[in-house]
Structures are given as C-alpha cells and as structure tokens.
C-alpha cells in the first residue's frame, strides 16, 4: 500500500549558510586636514609692528626672539614651551596677530581647541585679511566636529587667497564629513587643478565617488593616488573594495594583497581579502585571512562570524560553532550570529540548541522572518507541529508573499492530519509560485490522503 503522509519537513529555507554583509567600513578615510602653519615673525606680515617708544628697539628685538624660540618648540612638538613663548610675545605687545596665532596652533597641536580657537579669533580681529588664520580657526572647529563653522572658516580663507589648495582640501573634508559628497567632490577637484600632484586630493576624491557608488570613477581617482604614491596601502586597499563592489573579486584580491605587502598589520585588508576569497567560494583561503585578521585583532567579531561563515561553507559546524560562539562572546546582541549558530546546530542535527539560538535571535530582532521559518522547521523536525505551524504564521504575517512558509506550515497541518488546511497553504503557495513543483507535489499527497481522486492532477 502507497505511503500517502506527508514526509516530515522539508529543509527548504536554511541550508543557505553564506551570510554575508557584516562588514565594516570597506573604505577607510585619510581624514587628516592639511595646511596648518606657523607665521614667520621675520616674513613681513599685515600685522601691525608693536608702538614705538623709547624701549621699541628692545622690545622688538625680544618679541622676535620669543616667537622664534616659540616656532623652534613646535618644531620639536615640545608645545608646553612653545605655548610659554607665545605668550610672553603676547604680554609684550597684545596687538601683533603673529605670536597669537602661532600660540594658536600651538594649542591646536596640544589638542586644547577651544584655546586655539580664541587665539585664531584675536588675530583674525586684529588682522582680519588673515587667510591662514581663517583656516587655521577652520582646521580647530573640524576637530571638534563643528563642520558648518570649519567650512565657513575655510570659505572665508578662500575668498582671501583663491589659491589656497589646503584650504580646498580641507573644506572638501568638512563637506564629505556631513555627508555632502557633490560638494566634497568639487572641492577636492579644485585642489587637484591647483596642485595635479596632491595624492590626498585623488584619494579623497575617489573615497567620495566610492560613497555615492560610482566604483569606476572611484577606481580611477584610487589609481591616480597610488601612481602618485605606489606606498599607498589605503589607497589600494579601499580600490580593491571598489573592484569588489563590481564583483572584481581577483582584482581585489590583487590589491589587497599589495596592500598587505606595504602594511602587514593592515587588519581590514585581511578582513576584506576573506571576503574576497569567500565570495569567490575558495572558502580555505578566506579562513585563512579571516585567522589572520582575528590574530591581528582578537576582538575583531565580524572576522570570527565570517569565519565561522566560511567553516559552515565547508560542513566543519564544530569549528563554525565555535566562531559563533567566539562572536556572541564578545557582543552577546549580536543576532546575525545566534542565528548562523542555530543554523549550525540544525546541520548536525540538534534541534534543541537551534531552536534555543533561534530564540535568541528572534528576541533580538522579532521581525527575522528567517529566523521563526528556520525555528518552526526545528520545531517540525522535533514532531511538535503546533510550535512549527505557530512560526510559519508569524512569517506569513511578516511576509505575505513567502511561499515557502505556506508550503511548510501546509507540511506541519498534513503531519496533524488537516488536510483541508494543509491543502490551502499549498494552494497560496501555488499561486505565489506556479512554477512550486513542491507544492504541488505536497497538495496532490494530501488529496490521495483525503481519497481526493482528482490528486494526480498535482502528483
């Protein structure tokens, strides 16, 4: 006699193991301003010269040789005394912008940016064609992250000295800070016409073109940067992310590894040359950079779950669980691994632990549709067939469109013996999926179970 029930569950959602996407930023950014510079108190400047009277000699003699001696303590970053310097200079003659700028940068330099932010501001009052001092000012609000006064800053450096390239550079870095790429762009693209040999222009530019997705003028710009520079780890590593985002995966790979030859420590170039690897399906070679990158950085969780991503490519679930486990330890919220880990356990067949991580996961994100099909299939295989029906319709509700769900839950009612339900779910799975050989193989069984004789239409 024919065997009508329904086999027990059918794995169709959660034997896809690649899970990939935890990335960091596959860009990194060379956020470092440019153009901070002393005032030369021996270069003639629109400084106004300190008030004769009968001591000027001396005391003209005595502030040059403090602002020197303050410039001499920047050189050798020793800003304590420099700061000193400068304000002994001050004291002398508060009126000349020179030593109150330089003290200014000094602060800058010593990362007291509000202090330098009031000296930049005296100069600029005493002298307020001062371009540097504009920049300088533009350079201290950037570091505390106050980009709409750095841009107005730089702007106004701009209308002093048209040609100031590090004015532009950094105003670039301002716009691309807030996210404004376009203007990003335009700016750095001032700075290369003005200098065509700045390599941090190019970068800049290309990690710009990256962020708005155009990977080829990206591509172009990173190149340009590297002719410049052939040293430029940075450059080559955030290329061989733009050739990835093409799927480029060898011309990737190509430059990440020349990254890692000029920076052997460079631990998101091992990352991300995993990734390559990966996508690439040669998962022994993206182990092996992943172990790199986690030796480089044991904290790193996004290498341990991508590893453990790699292990499962490759049925060793011991190993992939305890990358997942590795993961979970250091961010006990992170859901992506709860969920690859219970993937893990339903491949060996313990459904307990998977439902157990798939629990987890869904505590951590409720609407992970995966998560509750992938628990109910747990559920179904455990024979507990009002938990697995329980979760299909939770997936259901979240996705109304998900034909595997419905065919599952009809799966689980057939198990309970409900037909006419089970012969539903797959009837709305059938008109999602016309093409749902599966389900219609699964509605003519539960017909030949009702003693349906128009069931060989579906089997």
Known sequence: MQDLRPKLVILAFGMVLFVLGFLPDRNERRDVPKGDALVDESVPSNSPAPEA?????????RYAALVRQGDIHVGNRDFDRAIS?????????PTNAIALHNRGLAYANNSQYDEAITDYSEAIRLDPTNALAFHNRGLAYANKREYDRAISDYSEAIRHDPKDVNA?????????????????????????????????????????YGNKGDNDRAISDYSEAIQLDPTNAIALHNRGSAYANKREYDRAISDYSEAIRHDPK??????????AYGNKGDNDRAISDYSEAIQLNPTNVVALHNRGLAYANKRQYDEAIADYSGAIRLDPKDANAFFNRGLAYGNKGDNDRAISDYSEAIRLDPTNAVALHNRGLAYANKREYDRAI?????????????????????????????????????????????????????RGRAKQAKGDRTSGADV
């Open 53 to 61: 009277d009968e001591n000027d000699g001396k005391k003209r003699i």
């Open 266 to 275: 460079d631990v998101n170039a091992f990352f991300n040359r995993g990734l």
């Open 390 to 442: 329980a979760d299909y319709s939770e997936v259901v509700r979240l996705d109304p469109r998900n034909a595997v769900a419905l065919h599952n839950r009809g799966l689980a009612y057939a198990n309970k013996r409900e037909y006419d339900r089970a012969i539903s779910d797959y009837s709305e799975a059938i008109r999602l999926d016309p093409q749902y050989a599966l389900a219609f193989c699964s």
């Open 168 to 208: 532009f550079f950094n105003r670039g870095l301002a716009y691309g800070n807030k996210g404004d790429n376009d203007r990003a762009i335009s700016d750095y693209s001032e700075a290369i016409r003005l200098d065509p040999k700045d390599a941090n222009a190019f970068f800049n530019r290309g990690l710009a």
């Open 85 to 93: 310097d400068y304000s002994e200079a001050i004291q002398l003659d």
